[in-house]
């Protein structure tokens, strides 16, 4: 039996048992890595170089971008240094740090920022005429500042939280990073009941969240579908379509990962399911955003031609 006063590491899930795959995956994690890390950055370089693109909506984009960059930089890459050196430790304040940046950190931040983009199409769409007047630079800087700060909040809870309680089954987590979920299992303590009350608020305000989208969006259909214009109606939708994806690419990998019945649950299975929310959102999020987005398409072409043609 061991405590937390004398656990010094945690020991992360494998990816796989044999050589092959160990380095399979960690060809795939850095490809992966390195498609979020170049679409995230060329998202943020062609908003900022792009000044007809310094809007509400776009810089809203910048703050989702880099929160994909922090969360995709918080797991992968421990990840394709176990894979690589076939290795499965992890320092136990290093499993702090990746429990507050990527649990609750970064993965709050982009639902509060997704939330608030939701805002931003509703009042773009449904109340046009005070767009300027509801989302000026000002109230977008105070809403992404509340959203960081926010999450920040949460994360330090949560993380002060968990770590203070006594651990005494081990210290094996069943998890390719560390999570909540993982370290609860290792508590011998009912304190662990604190914990589960602040995961039940945060619960709560994500449903919050949730339903603001959804009320918002009916709100927005019901106004796009009275568009006379058939044209006008296209343009609305396309606006609305890429948050419209990266909402539900990253809520139904969320839910499907934490809400699955244990039934259909094996670890395998955890597995695959937490690598699908963790690591594949940030890389798609750019490529959705851009093929969908005229004009942020072409400032990112605009930028990488020239960059071409400078060298």
């Known amino acids: 039996m061991s405590n937390s006063s004398s656990i010094r590491h945690f020991l992360l899930l494998a990816l796989a048992d044999t050589r092959q795959l160990q380095l399979l995956h960690f060809c795939l994690l850095l490809g992966i890595s390195l498609a979020a ?21 776009f810089f809203f984009l910048i703050n989702l971008a880099l929160s994909d960059l922090g969360s995709i930089c918080t797991t992968v890459p421990k990840a394709m240094h176990n894979s690589l050196w076939d290795t499965s430790t992890i320092s136990y304040s290093a499993c702090a740090a990746q429990l507050f940046l990527f649990v609750f950190f970064f993965m709050s931040a982009e639902y509060f920022l997704l939330t608030i983009m939701c805002y931003d199409r509703y009042v773009s769409i449904c109340k046009p005429l005070h767009y300027r007047t ?8 105070h809403m992404a500042a509340a959203a960081w700060a926010s999450a920040f909040l949460n994360a330090l809870l949560h993380t002060a939280n968990t770590f203070s309680l006594p651990l005494c089954h081990g210290n094996a987590l069943g998890q390719f990073f560390c999570e909540i979920p993982q370290i609860l299992k290792l508590s011998c303590s009912k304190s662990y009941l604190r914990e589960l009350g602040l995961l039940v608020f945060s619960i709560s305000l994500g449903f919050c969240c949730f339903v603001f989208i959804i009320i918002s969006y009916v709100h927005i259909f019901w106004v796009v579908l009275r568009i006379p214009s058939e044209q ?11 948050h419209l994806a990266v909402v539900s690419l990253f809520l139904s990998t969320s839910f499907f990962a934490y809400l699955k019945p244990p039934s259909i649950s094996s670890p395998s299975l955890d597995l695959a399911v937490s690598v699908l929310y963790s690591v594949v959102p940030p890389a798609l999020n750019p490529l959705i955003y851009s093929l969908r987005n005229q004009e942020l398409k072409a400032a990112v072409w605009t ?3 020239g960059c071409f043609e400078k060298h």
Not at 45 to 56: I, N, Q, R
């Open 303 to 305: 930028l990488m031609f």
């Open 37 to 57: 890390l170049l679409g995230n950055g060329l998202i943020i370089s062609a908003v900022a170089c792009g000044h007809h693109l310094h809007t509400p909506m």
């Open 232 to 242: 006008g109606r296209h343009k609305a939708f396309s606006t609305c379509l890429p």
């Open 134 to 141: 509801l989302l000026g630079s000002r109230a977008c800087a």
